[in-house]
């Protein structure tokens, strides 16, 4: 079964600072990635995907991550992070096959930004 | 565009009785996911439901059970509800063929 892990439980940053959230996965064959952001107080929502080419991927509100294949990683950037982005961030992987599209989710991490 | 949406928002309970949370997926979805979000055991997936069908379950005992309705409705059952149960449960729904899911707010349940 395929398994995801975030890094970093906690994250505390000063706003402008730049942000990289690590993600790996375990499973050897292909998968479709995701980042998915709560805020507080609000429901799970899609940051990003990847699903098959350019393995740079830019999502909402200037997030991007990189799916590095070699290294089952699909870690989320920000280059100058605001107060806004203060929520709980999950990394999540589903399986292409014929098991259906169920997300694995990593245990995610707390983004804290200060101002 | 209506998202998919939960109720109860909240729900309590105690210790032994049923729970039935419902979910209604996005118009034209047709595959409705169960998440189970406890305090300090993440996301997991519990169930998931497609055209009527469940399709796959995840690591949890039968007393976890539900169903979809033929308007693609879902509902989620948990008997003899434990105090492990309380947590947020959310509902995701996807249309044929994509691997997007759109979450919908969850409902909290608290056992006591």
């Known amino acids: 079964a395929q398994s995801v892990s975030q890094h970093n439980h906690h994250v505390i940053l000063s706003e402008a600072a730049s942000l990289e959230l690590g993600c790996n996965y375990s499973y050897g064959g292909t998968v479709n990635l995701f980042w998915y952001v709560q805020y507080p107080g609000q429901h799970l929502q899609l940051l990003l995907k990847?699903?098959?080419?350019?393995?740079l991927v830019k999502g909402i509100k200037g997030f991007e991550a990189e799916f590095i294949k070699s290294k089952f990683s699909f870690n989320l950037r920000k280059p100058s992070v605001q107060w806004s982005d203060t929520a709980e961030y999950f990394c999540a992987v589903n399986v292409k096959n014929n098991a259906g599209n169920m997300l694995t989710f990593g245990g995610g991490t707390r983004l804290m930004v200060k101002p | 565009e209506a998202g998919v949406t939960q109720s109860p928002t909240h729900l309590i309970k105690t210790r032994g009785q049923q729970a039935t949370l419902r979910c209604s997926p996005i118009?034209?979805?047709?595959?409705v996911y169960w998440y189970q979000q406890a305090l300090g055991l993440g996301l997991q997936f519990l169930l998931w439901?497609?055209?009527?069908?469940?399709?796959n379950r995840g690591n949890f005992p039968p007393r976890f059970s539900g169903r979809q309705f033929p308007n693609y409705s879902s509902e989620l059952n948990v008997n003899a509800l434990e105090l492990e149960d309380s947590a947020l449960y959310l509902c995701?729904?996807?249309?044929?063929?994509?691997?997007?899911?759109?979450f919908g707010p969850g409902t909290r349940l608290t056992v006591t």
């Open positions: 118009s034209g979805h047709t595959s």
């Open positions: 995701a729904s996807s249309s044929p063929g994509t691997g997007r899911q759109y």
């Open positions: 990847y699903f098959s080419g350019d393995p």
């Open positions: 439901y497609d055209e009527g069908e469940e399709r």
